[in-house]
């Protein structure tokens, strides 16, 4: 049974930065409307159905104490899925409240915004994105280590694949290569520079 | 206790993390003194922590710390250490520091300088095999010049001979370290270079060598043992497969599928190898097998395996008490020759995961930082050799392998079935590790069969769809979980957040979120109008 979700209950739900993967995208999520439409006589109300994107999702959380939980669709009659919160949502000074989960091992991101507010921030962003149309690729460290080798200077052409840097991490030496093809326009590292995770090590316009 | 035979009375351990930890157990189990040493990035460590003694030795570069030869020794002149057990990794197959202990009145914990040198080196020790008629993986027998530009025509030309794929390899190397397969020729120039300089930075040594590719290939060792009498057993073989980055990621004894007449012959062309080069205490033969019939050479390391518990667990024989015995001049124990006896017919299985601080939905990258929870499997069949307690710190400047999960059972349906158990318990949070990995390998079909091979990972393994799924699962979770407006776990979003609430809805009573203002919670007021009207509730 599809719900539209009433304007401004929802929740943007998506996965933060690191757990960001092709296939999953940011969802909507609302309590069923009207409250318990899906209901559940031993549980009560109490976490049984989700409205996703507009459509009641028949999912339930199961406390497990404090921190741990089972995931169960009423469909599915297989395995719960496992979930661990670590430590407490944080509301962030963005007004993004960020959770880490941990499930079947994986620990995953999850940043929840108001619908509304996230609408805002989105408009926001496309408008900004609009003004600098066409501009340059940043490249960023996507872990902690030191700068080995850059293979290009500012100005040179590049192709996408293309080598760019060396980054040693935990002893390996991984290379970098180029998002796309294009120029690079700056260059913000060189051999020894300690990076961390998301600074900008170079861009290609 | 202070009369019973010890090895040493005091024993420095050159290492740090999980393996350190190991030795530093088994010093407490034969009554011997432990000293550990550490970098500044270590100095909250657990090997620091359990030692009875520890000494700084530098900065947290390893060159300026755990590879320091010199403040090593002297740490152990110091304070009055017998003996130093290397461990794994770091110094513990270079010939110098060996020889540096030996120069030093110091026993080096593993064979002699000499011996390392003929096999530590692994150009030296596929020499080695030629002569006594083992078969190497076809290849260079000499390090290829890689500083002089000029010879690079005459290298690519060799490795065409060779045949392309190849792997270069660093003959100081261990660990994948140095490793690079290339495909093409005019790839082969920069593998070489990049090969070179990480088999520098992480063993001093950049010497390189080019081997065939042997594909499809299984893993399989052997471990050895071997006393001043020149006597060297075989204690059993592990299948070592299932790698990325030529760094293995699961090892399990015995190896599956092997005839017991093809696990006498493996034993034994090992135990040529090692014998033929002097080996003294604990060593590992390495061979890829092509699936069939034949066994290639591949190396001997000259040390401590990661990987030596699933050998303990399944011959029962404790290999870091076997070495310190061997070091201090014993002969091969009854216990170790008993061992040797029964490994060609184990009756037993085991198998370890290697669980990493790497994103195995991004090509295993490595993922430093803070551990905030850590939750380990226990019951039976389990044993965890790990270095890590929750809220400790895995620094970016080494090894990234945090923990060895490891099971036992009667045979190897049971042992996996353990594995995918001890999982389901294993709860690490703050960073990523290669877990979810290992759980798909305990569910994989062809993991299940025996069906091994070094192209395991890169032929069956879609991190970012298995991430895919539990991400999903998170955002769900975590939305319920918001609704849910819970209190029961600490640090909510602000402080009254919500009604606590447990399984079943209770503890609902003396909740104060009822009044929240709607806009600062997005639609807990909801969840507040449930808990007050549950009894009400319409069917």
């Known amino acids: 049974m599809a719900q539209v979700i009433p304007s401004g209950r929802g929740l943007r739900v998506r996965p933060g930065r690191r757990s960001q993967v092709a296939g999953v995208d940011p969802i909507v999520a609302a309590p069923p409307d009207p409250p318990g439409s899906i209901d559940d006589p031993v549980r009560g109300p109490s976490g049984s159905g989700l409205l996703v994107d507009g459509t009641l999702e028949d999912v339930r959380l199961e406390r497990r104490g404090p921190d741990r939980a089972q995931l169960r669709w009423a469909e599915d009659p297989g395995p719960a899925a496992r979930v661990v919160f670590i430590g407490g949502p944080v509301l962030g000074p963005d007004g993004v409240t960020r959770q880490e989960v941990l499930v079947d091992g994986w620990r995953v991101e999850v940043e929840l915004e108001d619908e509304r507010r996230a609408a805002l921030r989105e408009r926001a962003r496309r408008a900004a994105e609009a003004v600098g149309h066409g501009g340059p690729t940043e490249v960023r460290s996507v872990f902690p280590g030191r700068v080995v080798s850059v293979a290009v200077a500012t100005g040179d052409p590049v192709v996408a694949g293309q080598p760019l840097l060396v980054i040693e991490a935990m002893k390996m030496q991984n290379e970098l290569r180029s998002p796309r093809e294009g120029r690079v326009a700056q260059v913000e590292v060189g051999p020894g520079t300690k990076v961390d995770v998301g600074d900008l090590l170079l861009a290609i316009e | 206790m202070t009369d019973r035979p010890r090895p040493f009375a005091r024993v420095l351990i050159a290492n740090r993390g999980e393996i350190a930890v190991r030795i530093i157990r088994a010093c407490r189990e034969l009554g011997m003194a432990s000293v550990a040493v550490y970098s500044d990035a270590d100095a909250a460590a657990s090997h620091v922590r359990l030692a009875d003694e520890a ?24 304070t009055g250490a017998e003996a130093i057990h290397p461990g794994y990794g770091f110094l513990a197959e270079r010939a110098a520091f060996a020889k540096a202990c030996e120069d030093a009145g110091i026993v080096f914990v593993g064979p002699s300088s000499s011996s390392i040198e003929a096999l530590g080196d692994k150009l030296a020790a596929r020499r080695t095999a030629a002569e006594v008629g083992v078969p190497s993986v076809p290849g260079t027998l000499e390090p290829v010049p890689v500083d002089r530009p000029d010879a690079v025509e005459k290298i690519v030309e060799r490795a065409a001979e060779i045949g392309f794929p ?58 050895l043992l071997g006393d001043a009498s020149g006597t060297v057993v075989a204690l059993g073989e592990r299948d070592c497969s299932i790698q990325r980055r030529h760094q293995k990621l699961v090892e399990e004894a015995p190896a599956p599928g092997l005839s017991t007449d093809q696990r006498h012959r493996l034993h034994e062309l090992a135990i040529r190898v090692a ?39 399944v011959s029962g024989l404790d290999i870091v008490h076997e070495q310190f015995w061997l070091a201090a001049g014993e002969p091969l124990s009854q216990r170790a020759l008993a061992a040797a006896e029964r490994a060609a017919t184990p009756t037993s299985h085991a198998i370890e995961a290697r669980i990493a601080a790497e994103d195995p939905a991004r090509a295993f990258a490595p993922t430093p930082g803070r551990i905030s929870r850590w939750v380990m499997p226990a019951g039976p069949g389990i044993r965890v050799d790990t270095g890590i307690e929750a809220g400790d710190r895995v620094p970016p400047e080494y090894d990234n392998l945090i923990a060895k999960l490891m099971v036992h059972a009667a045979d190897r349906p049971a042992a ?32 299940g069969a025996g069906d091994l091979s070094t192209d395991f990972v ?67 007021w909801r969840v507040a109008a449930l808990a007050a009207g549950r009894d009400r509730w319409p069917r």
């Open chain 2, 416 to 447: 996996i079935d353990r594995l995918r158990r001890s999982l389901d318990e294993t709860e690490i949070g703050g960073i990523q590790t290669t877990v979810p990995f290992h759980r798909f390998v305990a569910d994989d079909a062809a993991f």
């Open chain 2, 458 to 524: 890169g032929d069956r393994w879609d991190g970012q769809a298995h991430q895919a799924r539990a991400v999903r699962v998170g955002l769900l979770a975590a939305a319920l979980d918001h609704f849910s407006g819970d209190a029961e776990r600490d640090g909510p979003v602000s402080p009254g957040a919500g009604p606590a609430r447990g399984p079943g809805g209770e503890g609902r009573d003396g909740h104060d979120g009822r009044d929240r203002p709607l806009a600062d919670r997005p639609a807990s």
């Open chain 2, 55 to 78: 000494v700084r030795i530098g900065p947290p570069a390893p060159t300026e710390s755990y590879l320091r030869i010199d403040r090593i020794v002297e740490a152990a002149l110091e």
């Open chain 2, 166 to 223: 190849v792997m270069v390899k660093a003959a100081a190397g261990g660990g994948g370290r140095g490793m690079r397969r290339v495909d093409r020729p005019e790839d082969l120039p920069a593998a070489l270079a990049a090969g070179s300089a990480e088999a520098a930075a992480a063993f001093g040594d950049g010497s390189v060598y080019i081997e065939r590719v042997i594909q499809p290939a299984r893993h399989i060792e052997v471990q």
């Open chain 2, 275 to 313: 014998a033929a080069a002097g080996l003294r205490n604990a060593a590992t033969c390495e061979f890829l097998f092509d699936g069939r019939r034949e066994f290639y050479f591949l190396e001997v390391n000259t040390r401590l395996q990661v990987e030596h518990g699933v050998t303990e667990l």
